[in-house]
């Protein structure tokens, strides 16, 4: 649905400045139909990539293309055509305060030139798909976060686009707000077949309803791909340190920050086990206690649900002096589980 090969953003370079290198050889496909999710740190490069997509920004080399379409040749009225195609919400909503919700639906429509009625008959049912059916002449002012939101969306989907881009939509909701507009998302996603590209800071909504991930760096995609294998096997730095908080038990505070990477004699090591889908908790660490001794304790355990699926894990210590360690390995290279080294600590 939407393609990005070999693109580059930069900005400024003009009067003597150096340019600023926002997006660097950016190679990422968007797959039809999916919700795709884009994490990083701020200033990354998250909201300049979304922004290429309709055309708010061009990129300085490279090509983005969405529906078979190149963005970066498009004139003013081929930019205006595929607006129509990708709609947009954002985290403060964008509504405008002087109109109601119906109102605010409907402006699109206006804006494409639209009659009355069929306006009426496009967004009538747009303000029940969202669950604001007795809202509609209300003014945003008296809406709260999450109705603005559900507005935010119904408007964006009043163009009937094909692919919806999500800027933060949930960053300024509380967390019970945004499972329900994360919900609403994905039955969109799931009744229109409407293709979701969303950038977000919040690992959570990712994990609740991203089916793809990829991960932004300084500009450079550093990692892509399942939501469930990356979050339960992250290989890059930045992803690990993003997710660290955000997946399966976690360790407190205190234990962590006196972690070491090495061992020291008589440190225990601290590893995390993660098991998939229907393994059980139980036999495994049974058995691991087996292959190590009784000495093993357990520090944090959870089980977790990414992209809908099942896993669980566990904070184990143990022993990290040589003989131990070798056994533990033998162990997890049998058993085929996904292990991390957390750290050493006394
Ligand atoms: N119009 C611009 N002119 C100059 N620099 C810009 C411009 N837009 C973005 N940048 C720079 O590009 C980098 C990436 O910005 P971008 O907004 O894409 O990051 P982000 O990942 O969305 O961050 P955040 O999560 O904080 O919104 C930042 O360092 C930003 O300062």
Known sequence: ?????????????????????????????????????IIGRSGAGKS????????????????????????????????RDLRRQVGMIFQHFNLLSSRTAFDNIALP??????????????????VDLVGLGDKADRYPAELSGGQKQRIGIARALATEPKLLLSDEATSALDPETTQ????????????????????????EVVKTIASQVAVIDKGKIVESGRTFDIFTAPQHETTQSLLSAAIGAKLPEWIRADLKPQPAPGDRALVRLVF????????????????????????AGAIDEIAGEPFGSLVVSYAADPQTLERAARFYQQTGLTTEVLGYGA
């Open 48 to 79: 300049t990539l979304i922004r290429l997509v309709n055309g708010l920004e061009k990129a300085s080399s490279g090509r983005v293309v969405v529906d078979g379409i190149e963005v970066g040749t498009l004139a003013e009225t081929g930019l």
């Open 180 to 203: 329900s507009i994360l919900e609403l998302l994905k039955d969109i996603n799931r009744d229109l077949g409407l293709t979701v590209l969303l950038i977000t800071h919040e690992m």
């Open 109 to 126: 429509l206006e804006i494409a030139g639209m009659d009355r009625k069929a306006i009426r008959d496009r967004v009538a049912p747009l």
């Open 276 to 299: 998939f889908g229907e393994t059980a908790f139980q036999p495994l660490t049974a058995r691991l206690v087996a292959e190590i001794g009784p000495d093993l304790n357990i520090l």
């Open 1 to 37: 649905m939407v393609a990005f090969e070999s693109v580059t953003k930069r900005f400024g370079g003009s009067n003597g400045q150096p340019a600023f290198t926002a997006l660097d050889g950016v190679d990422l496909t968007v797959a039809r139909g999916g919700i795709t999710g």
